[in-house]
């Protein structure tokens, strides 16, 4: 017999009660299928030529950087530039006690004038011998005055590249800027003893305008872009536009122009970087800052989905629902090859005409009856009821 059986017949019938009790409450508690069709708005789609925009992030860079080293040895004796303004190419930076050099310079033109002094004399001496040739004069002599001429003509040269030397180290005392840029501030002091060619520098001049970013795109991506070109489904630009939004999220007002793409790809990021450069006339963008870029790769003729429409599955594709000419709800998968003003791009799988809905998507099922009522999206999101 089983348990049922072997139940008094009340304990039976208080057990079916309560089974039954449970079944009515579960009824009237669960999700329930709608009583007639649900209200949802919708848009209809059209396709047409839209920009295949990616986001990127990046960071800037200086389009010149010097840093400023000694080229001579001495004390700092001047500071010659107010940190933080503009410099010209040749403008003096710092000033190092020139008396040294000074002297050096001296020597070294005494030095050349004594060797010039020398060559008169060494000439005439190789003029006579020649003369005296055979009579009186061997040809040892003469060979050993040529030999002397020489010598005196080699030590004016020697003494005019002394002088030069000398006089390069002076004005090496005196640190000019190398380039246009903002000078930084000064890492030395008056009264600080500097050396040629040291480790540390005075400080640093820098050119802000243009100035460089530098941006990171994936190896991947860019792999996606080239297939996607080659197979029709984006028609690449002439040249990338790229729009910039600062650490603030504040737009950038200028339009990058890209120089260089590197040839190799990061090992520990997976990504190539692409220097674009801007005009920055007003220095908004330093060295080193931080900015988000929106880069335009060309044009699709593609469906804009919009994004409050559309659910973003784990394999990449993104969900829709849409109506037939039944007004049933149908789901469809789409892939996108990308997005631009809040709105996924999807060249493939849908047809002009297409209804979507873009509310009332959350608990939507297949098959439910749907009562359109067609709406707009305007551009902060908000979904207002269309006459028509």
């Not at 040749?90 to 050096?104: E, K, M, Q, W």
């Not at 003893?193 to 994936?218: E, F, K, M, N, R």
């Not at 809040?342 to 002009?352: F, S, T, Y």
Request: with cysteine; hydrophobic share 45%; proline share 5%.
């Amino acid at each position: 017999m089983n348990a049922f059986a072997r139940a008094p017949a009340g304990v039976l019938a208080l057990a079916l009660g309560a089974l039954m009790a449970t079944c009515a409450w579960a009824q009237g508690r669960g999700p329930q299928a709608p009583q007639g069709p649900v209200r949802a708005g919708i848009v209809t789609l059209e396709r047409g030529q839209v920009p295949v925009t990616v986001p990127l992030t990046g960071q800037a860079a200086a389009f010149r950087e010097a840093q400023i080293r000694p080229l001579v040895a001495g004390l700092v004796t001047d500071i010659l530039y107010d940190a933080g303004t503009e410099v010209r190419a040749g403008d003096p930076l710092f000033r190092i006690d020139p008396r040294t050099y000074d002297a050096n310079l001296a020597s070294a033109e005494a030095q050349l004038a004594s060797a010039k002094a020398a060559l008169p004399a060494a000439q005439a001496t190789v003029d006579r011998f020649d003369r005296l040739a055979g009579t009186g004069v061997t040809q040892a002599d003469v060979d050993t005055a040529r030999v002397n001429l020489l010598q005196a003509q080699a030590a004016i040269r020697q003494a005019e590249a002394a002088v030069e030397t000398a006089r390069i180290d002076l004005d090496r005392a005196t640190i000019l800027s190398p380039i246009d840029g903002v000078a930084g501030i000064s890492e030395t002091s008056v009264g600080d003893l500097v050396t040629s060619g040291q480790a540390d520098a005075l400080t640093t001049v820098t050119t802000l305008d243009p100035i460089y970013v530098d941006l990171a795109q994936s190896s991947a991506r860019m792999l996606q872009v080239r297939a996607r070109i080659a197979s029709g489904d984006m028609e690449a630009g002439d040249q990338l536009h790229i729009a910039l939004r600062l650490e603030n999220d504040e737009g950038y007002d200028g339009t990058g122009i890209v120089r260089a793409i590197s040839s190799n790809v990061s090992t520990t990021t997976g990504t190539v970087r692409i220097r674009v450069e801007f005009a920055n006339p007003d220095h908004l963008i330093l060295p080193g800052m931080f900015v988000r870029a929106r880069v335009t790769l060309g044009t699709a003729n593609a469906f804009l989905i919009p994004q409050l429409a559309a659910g973003l599955e784990a394999d990449g594709t993104i969900s829709v629902w849409t109506l037939d000419d039944d007004d049933i709800a149908r789901e469809v998968r789409l892939t996108s090859i990308g997005s631009t003003d809040n709105a996924w791009i999807v060249p493939q799988g849908l047809e002009d005409g297409t209804r979507l809905m873009v509310d009332n998507i959350d608990t939507m099922r297949e098959g439910t009856q749907i009562d359109p009522v067609p709406v707009r999206i305007d551009a902060s999101g908000v979904i207002t009821e269309t006459d028509s």
